[in-house]
């Protein structure tokens, strides 16, 4: 449909939002040629930022801008020549903005924005998309050299603390109301129709119902999983062992589900932003841990759902676990999911976090709910043996954890 006024936007845009440290980006984005596509898992406020966005447009006038959810694919996107006839027979300005929620939901999708890019000029493709697999196979080949890509994930919990107001400079480690949302975020995690609900009991059934709906319903129909409890069962045992080394085949064992089926839904909670996988770190192969993975949550809010764990008291004895997948997520944060390594030795010595940066050098972190008086003995063992490339490392803990 083409937006012609504020008024058309404001029914899509929710009474109270958090800003988005990535909105910037997009509308910086918006002045670029390329095609721009935002991935990010349903309900974690993609429609939100791509309503922003057009209200900014439109405000400023000088464009047509377009928006069209694939959720329910419109006749006339079946052919790009017919589309974009019906797109320029709307249009009254040179500049056009059109922008496609749920693009992975047409199969073509690559092909198709691959065409009409190269083809017609004076239109902006805007996509966002659930599923990543799905979305970057269909524009991988078709739209290489063509896109920038950016990534919404949940609400950071130092979004969540800036939306309040906080000082960022100014923030003690006594800071009372700090340690407190934090809390409240190894509970309740991210996303934003939970953030924003006051209510526990309200909170409690939002993410039970984003569990269960998405995570279950969703994935299970894009990525073709015959039994949702497959899926169900999968998760929830990867929610279970959260930051161990991930093993097919006692995935397979534990969950009674065939290795092929098993991974397939591991395919799928990856695809579906449900999950990350972290790969070693490891230089010496014959006594460091290579080739194996360990995986955590996006939103600690949908690992705890799916265990049953929605309440400060359920998680007291996940306490560590949950901090270790927060400080793994900043980390990510700053310097990108590619980047984020952890270190273990056969004889079973382990570093949580080493980050990998530029030119080869490196950052060590161990996560620590409670303060740590002493270095640990795993952090003395990885500096002596990469002291030449190591630049910092450090115990992140409950009480520093913002300064990372």
Request: with cysteine; hydrophobic share 40%.
């Amino acid at each position: 449909m083409k937006i012609k006024n504020i008024g058309e936007i404001q029914k899509f845009l929710p009474k109270k939002s958090i800003e988005r440290e990535i909105h910037r980006s997009l509308v910086e984005g918006l002045a670029r040629e390329e095609v721009m596509i935002l991935y990010g898992p349903r309900q974690v406020g993609k429609s939100v930022e791509v309503w922003k966005m057009i209200e900014g447009l439109v405000k400023i006038g000088g464009s047509d801008v377009f928006y069209f959810n694939f959720d329910v694919l419109p006749t006339e996107v079946r052919d790009p020549e017919e589309f974009w006839r019906w797109i320029k027979s709307m249009s009254n300005e040179d500049k056009i903005y059109v922008f496609i929620d749920e693009a992975q939901r047409f199969s073509n999708i690559g092909r198709w924005i691959k065409y009409l890019y190269d083809s017609k000029t004076g239109i902006k493709w805007i996509l966002t998309g659930s599923a990543s697999l799905d979305l970057k196979n269909r524009t991988k080949e078709s739209l290489v050299g063509r896109k920038i890509e950016f990534f919404l994930e949940p609400l950071s919990l130092k979004e969540i603390i800036k939306d309040e107001g906080v000082n960022w400079q100014k923030v003690e480690k006594d800071f009372e109301g700090l340690n407190q949302k934090l809390r409240e975020y190894l509970v309740y995690g991210g996303y934003p129709g939970v953030v924003t609900i006051t209510s526990l009991e309200a909170k409690k059934q939002k993410l039970v119902e984003i569990a269960e709906t998405y995570l279950i319903s969703d994935i299970s129909q894009m990525y073709g999983i015959g039994d949702k409890q497959d899926l169900k069962m999968v998760a929830t045992y990867l929610a279970e062992n959260i930051g161990g080394i991930l093993s097919k085949d006692n995935l397979s064992n534990i969950t009674g589900i065939g290795k092929y089926e098993a991974t397939k839904c591991l395919e799928a909670l990856e695809g579906g932003f449900v999950v990350r996988k972290i790969r070693s770190f490891a230089k010496n192969k014959t006594r460091e841990l290579t080739h194996r993975s360990k995986v955590y949550f996006e939103d600690l809010g949908i690992r705890n759902a799916l265990l049953g764990k929605l309440g400060e008291e359920k998680i007291l004895m996940d306490r560590g676990k949950l901090f270790e997948n927060l400080v793994i997520k900043i980390l990510a944060e700053k310097w990108g999911w590619e980047n984020i390594k952890y270190w273990r030795t056969t004889n079973q010595t382990e570093v949580d976090a080493v980050v990998v940066k530029a030119e080869g050098r490196i950052e060590a972190y161990e996560a620590k709910y409670s303060q740590s008086k002493t270095k640990p003995k795993n952090l003395v063992s990885f500096e002596q043996r990469y002291g030449q490339i190591l630049d910092r490392t450090e115990v992140i803990w409950s009480g520093n954890w913002w300064k990372v």
